[in-house]
């Protein structure tokens, strides 16, 4: 039995429960991080010692680190589909998963904590500014990339999507100026349209 802690409004959750969804897995999950505490415990930090979300248990093998996650799950349950054989689509797949998260991710996080996680009173016009100005270049980066393709590696959808479908969710979302990315739009309606997405990427953004 798939286990998986972490609150639905977390984007690395998200990426992990948009895969199990897709996959078509059986799995609980436990509320876990921000307000619901449990990753602060000693039973918690036993299974992941950063204290952070997600963490599964998949029969007893405990694993940390949602793009490993979902890595894992393709690889056992979707090879040859979510995640390509060919050694080459699997990179390009692991290449646009990791820019999520040492890129594009960074690069949003102080317009969304801004916007969405503080209050008025709290919030830094200068750094959401900033925040906005660089993910947008990296935006234009992904529509440069999803002009002449629909999906992110190869012909078809990959691991790569669970990875940035909750990222450009939450970019959508969030009320700041964005300039028209058509064909990031165009992904972007593709993955929403997705079952697994349309479960775990409607709820708002927080």
């Given at each position: 039995?798939?286990?998986?802690?972490?609150?639905?409004?977390?984007?690395?959750?998200?990426?992990?429960?948009?895969?199990?969804?897709?996959?078509?897995?059986?799995?609980?999950?436990?509320?876990?991080?921000?307000?619901?505490?449990?990753?602060?415990?000693?039973?918690y930090?036993?299974?992941?010692?950063?204290?952070?979300?997600?963490?599964i248990?998949?029969?007893?093998?405990?694993?940390?680190?949602?793009?490993?996650?979902?890595?894992?799950l393709?690889?056992?349950h979707?090879?040859?589909?979510?995640?390509?054989?060919?050694?080459?689509?699997?990179?390009?797949?692991?290449?646009?998963m990791?820019?999520?998260?040492?890129?594009?991710?960074?690069?949003?996080?102080?317009?969304?904590?801004?916007?969405?996680r503080?209050?008025?009173?709290?919030?830094?016009?200068?750094?959401?500014?900033?925040?906005?100005?660089?993910?947008?270049?990296?935006?234009?980066?992904?529509?440069?990339?999803?002009?002449?393709?629909?999906?992110?590696?190869?012909?078809?959808?990959?691991?790569?999507?669970?990875?940035?479908?909750?990222?450009?969710?939450?970019?959508?979302?969030?009320?700041?100026e964005?300039?028209?990315?058509?064909?990031v739009?165009?992904?972007?309606?593709?993955?929403?349209?997705?079952?697994?997405?349309?479960?775990?990427?409607?709820?708002?953004?927080?």
């Amino acid at each position: 039995m798939l286990t998986i802690w972490g609150r639905v409004n977390s984007i690395n959750v998200q990426k992990v429960l948009f895969c199990a969804e897709e996959l078509g897995l059986a799995y609980k999950r436990i509320d876990a991080g921000r307000g619901f505490g449990i990753n602060d415990t000693p039973e918690y930090l036993a299974m992941n010692p950063n204290g952070l979300v997600p963490v599964i248990s998949d029969s007893g093998f405990v694993l940390w680190e949602s793009n490993a996650i979902v890595r894992y799950l393709c690889a056992k349950h979707g090879a040859g589909t979510y995640c390509p054989l060919d050694l080459r689509l699997r990179a390009e797949a692991d290449r646009w998963m990791d820019w999520q998260t040492t890129a594009l991710g960074p690069a949003m996080s102080a317009a969304f904590h801004g916007l969405v996680r503080s209050p008025n009173a709290a919030q830094d016009p200068a750094a959401i500014e900033a925040s906005r100005v660089k993910t947008l270049a990296l935006v234009d980066i992904l529509e440069g990339h999803l002009s002449e393709r629909r999906w992110l590696a190869g012909d078809g959808f990959t691991m790569a999507e669970f990875a940035l479908g909750p990222a450009l969710h939450r970019w959508f979302n969030m009320p700041l100026e964005r300039p028209a990315t058509p064909k990031v739009r165009q992904w972007y309606a593709a993955v929403m349209d997705r079952a697994g997405a349309r479960k775990v990427l409607t709820v708002p953004i927080s």
